[in-house]
């Protein structure tokens, strides 16, 4: 059975609460900021109390007037400022009598960190925790979960929230499903904001003796930016609070922001394509839109110039604040908080070849080989055999034994490439997902795949970066006129040696 953690009465009202953001009258946990106790009974009581540390060398080469404080919530030990809500709903649960220890399940859709901070208390608490995620989201958060104990459910990065596939209705379907389940609904849970209202925004407060001007936010389920916003503005009324939502999501105000043909963005935790409950957009001043470039820039800029190990949205709300704070004059104060931590990401954006592959910075030279600089050309790469997205599983496989192809091409009816099909990921499906033979080929098709296109006119060397951190290269040709990209070939490490040996021996005259 399916239980929401705070379940609307007839009359709307929430938990006797007429007004979800009527803050004041619920019931808060608030506790002496001292930071001098030597033994905690257990890492959940370590959550909160995060450092305000005040950046220097960013503001100064931006030509900041203000001084800007960063919230460091990465250092909080689940990682992120997600802690925060994940202890304080498990805690509401259990006092209302909504989590059993010993029988209730824990099953949560989130973009990874909410679920590592529920994961967290479940291993210390001793609950079954299912956490349901998009396949967008980094391989380092879900092998953190695994390492924690939860089950991990994947669903297709571009469904929708409504789509039965995404991962708030898989969760709410299985919760449907399982015996003694139960989902806290971050998106709909008081908790959510309550949680900054008595911890986040009371740490801020306490560290700047309440003499806030600015603060930037970035917004996801929003409960951190509404639930900061509500308390900060009972006791500094003019303070400014700025929200940070990337292009391709709908949350910031007016609409006129949200147009934009961005369908999809690689920062993650932040950015909707529906409206929480948690989000209170009337004590939100400004909205800045971001966009990858320059949120992942500014991530390694604080990695880099301010020693703080940060993840992508950290980069998107400091590049935000950057924006809002050319506003401010000398001598007041802007606080920016930095969401997660850099863990979540050594395989992503902490990597110059996945920044590279992507056109957030460029391929580095290499004078020293005569062939870093020559175009792909046709005589490198290898044809690849291509099936229509129609086939099924079973064909794709009797195709590859055929071919004895290292890969094939799924393409639509256009002929534009839309994923491939390799042996390596059928196994896995297989072998470690429960996947049936039975499925559809779009439940093996792998769509986060590297590529060049030949219209771009790729390098040897741009290949070469790009097999630090792949097996395989698919070579695409696009239309100019139309999006088709066309698969034309492949290539592995194999083919790049040969080739370029091969050359090697031609102009040396053997």
């Known amino acids: 059975m399916s239980t929401s953690s705070h379940m609307e009465t007839e009359n709307g009202s929430t938990n006797g609460v007429t007004n979800f953001f009527d803050l004041q009258r619920m019931p808060h946990i608030v506790e002496a900021l001292d930071r001098n106790q030597k033994i905690q009974p257990d890492i959940l009581h370590v959550i909160g109390n995060t450092p305000l540390v005040k950046l220097t060398r960013i503001p100064k080469d931006e030509g900041i007037l203000c001084d800007i404080y960063a919230k460091c919530e990465f250092l909080n030990p689940g990682g992120s400022v997600k802690d925060r809500i994940a202890y304080r709903m498990v805690l509401d649960a259990e006092q209302r009598g909504v989590l059993i220890p010993g029988k209730s399940v824990i099953i949560e859709p989130t973009s990874g960190n909410t679920g590592i901070g529920l994961a967290l208390a479940a291993a210390v608490k001793g609950y079954r925790c299912i956490i349901v995620l998009p396949e967008k989201m980094s391989d380092e958060k879900v092998n953190t979960l695994k390492a924690l104990g939860a089950e991990i459910v994947r669903t297709p990065t571009e469904a929708a929230s409504s789509d039965p596939d995404s991962n708030i209705m898989v969760a709410r379907r ?235 091409t799924i393409v639509n009816d256009s002929g534009s490439i839309v994923g491939v099909f390799t042996a390596d990921n059928a196994r896995q499906r297989l072998a470690n997902l429960s996947g049936s033979i039975n499925e559809s080929l779009d439940k093996f098709t792998v769509k986060k795949f590297y590529k060049v296109d030949l219209m771009l006119k790729p390098t040897l060397g741009q290949i070469s970066r790009l097999l630090d951190i792949t097996p395989y290269v698919v070579v695409v040709k696009s239309e100019a006129t139309s999006q088709i990209r066309k698969p034309v070939g492949m290539i592995t490490s194999n083919d790049l040696l040969i080739y370029t040996a091969a050359e090697t021996k031609h102009l040396n005259g053997k």
């Open 174 to 408: 299985m919760a449907k499903e399982i015996p003694n389940a139960v989902v806290l609904d971050q998106y709909n849970n008081p908790c959510n904001p309550l949680a900054h209202y008595d911890g986040t925004a009371e740490e801020i407060l306490w560290s700047l003796d309440d003499e806030v001007d600015m603060v930037v936010i970035g917004a996801g389920t929003c409960g951190t930016i509404s639930g900061v916003a509500h308390k900060i503005k009972e006791r500094c009324p003019k303070c400014i609070v700025v929200g940070v939502d990337p292009y391709g999501s709908i949350l910031a105000q007016p609409e006129e922001l949200n147009k934009s043909d961005v369908q999809f963005y690689e920062v993650e935790g932040i950015g909707y394509d529906f409206l929480p409950r948690s989000l209170d957009r009337s004590v939100i001043d400004k909205w800045v839109k971001t966009d990858d470039h320059n949120s992942l820039q500014m991530s390694r800029r604080l990695i880099r110039e301010e020693g703080l190990l940060c993840g992508g949205s950290s980069g998107s709300a400091m590049w935000g604040a950057i924006q809002a704070a050319r506003s401010l004059k000398a001598g007041q104060k802007c606080v920016v908080l930095l969401p997660d931590n850099i863990r979540n990401y050594m395989t992503k954006f902490i990597s110059d070849q996945w920044m590279e592959a992507r056109n957030f910075k460029k391929v580095i030279r290499n004078d020293k080989v005569w062939w870093w600089e020559h175009l792909v050309t046709d005589e490198l790469f290898q044809a690849v055999v291509s099936i229509s997205n129609k086939s099924t599983p079973l064909e794709a496989l009797d195709k590859l034994k055929e071919t004895r192809a290292p890969l094939l």
